[in-house]
Structures are given as C-alpha cells and as structure tokens.
C-alpha cells in the first residue's frame, strides 16, 4: 500500500513540475511589428517566477490594441503566482497599485494575457468610454 501511495504521490509532483515547466520561457505580444509586451518565466522545482515589461497600450472601442508604446527595457518582478492547469494568474506591483493577469496557454507556443479587473476599475473604464482590453495575443520566443 506504501509503495502505491508513493506512487500516485510521485506522479502528482512530476505533473506539476511538468505543468509549471510548460509556461517557461520568454513570451512577447507584437502591434504593427512592435513588441509591447515582454514576459519571461522560468519553473523552478514546481514553482514559477518570472517578470513583465509592458508598454502603453490603447484600444479601440471594441478592446483591440490601437497604439501600443515600447516596454521598458527591465523586467518588473511578477508576485502572487498560482496555476491552475494550462492558467497562471499573476500580479504586478506598481507603487500602491497592484495589476493583475492571467495567462492561458494555447497551442503551439501561444497564449493569451488577460488584465483582471475588478468591477469597480470595469465600471470607472466604461464611465471614461474607453472599451475593456480584449486578452492579447502571446508568441513565445
């Protein structure tokens, strides 16, 4: 019975070494040949660390990216990561402010980020007529 246990306890950990192991790397989001996002991750005994370089970015009314500025040239750490099967939800910490995201991986070296927004930044965003960002679109490098 202890040889089972260890077993099942066995493929538990590797799936989530294999699991963490499948966002590493170093992902870029490009508007008219300009890369505006940089996120590299790296998996480390199951667990996953990286950082995130984001420039400006402004959307048309229905959420796509309309004018996108350069990331800064240094990654900003990324906290308060947790996966979920092929989902990692992050954060940012930005002075007072703390952002977060979520990445979902796709097929064949893709994946999708998403801003998470609470209501109270939703409805401040429609009162200003600006459209939610749709989730954009990740290439890994």
């Keep these: 019975m202890k040889t089972v246990t260890l077993a099942i306890a066995l493929t538990i950990l590797s799936m989530g ?7 590493a790397g170093s992902w870029t989001a490009q508007f008219q040949g300009r890369t505006f996002v940089r996120l590299e991750l790296k998996a480390t005994n199951g667990a ?3 950082g995130i370089s984001l420039g400006d970015l402004e ?5 796509a ?19 979920r099967g092929s989902t990692l939800m992050f954060a940012l910490k930005d002075g007072t402010d703390t952002d977060r995201f979520e ?9 999708e980020l998403q801003f998470l927004l609470d ?4 409805k401040e965003i429609a009162a200003s007529g600006v459209a939610v960002p749709k989730p954009i679109p990740l290439t890994r490098q």
């Design 17 to 23: 070494q294999s699991g963490a192991a499948s966002f």
């Design 48 to 50: 996953i660390t990286g």
């Design 59 to 63: 959307v048309d009314d229905k959420g």
């Design 65 to 83: 990216p309309r004018h996108v500025g350069d990331p800064p040239r240094d990654l900003t750490p990324i906290v308060d990561v947790r996966q």
């Design 103 to 111: 990445l979902r991986l796709l097929e064949g070296g893709r994946a």
């Design 119 to 122: 209501d109270a930044t939703r």
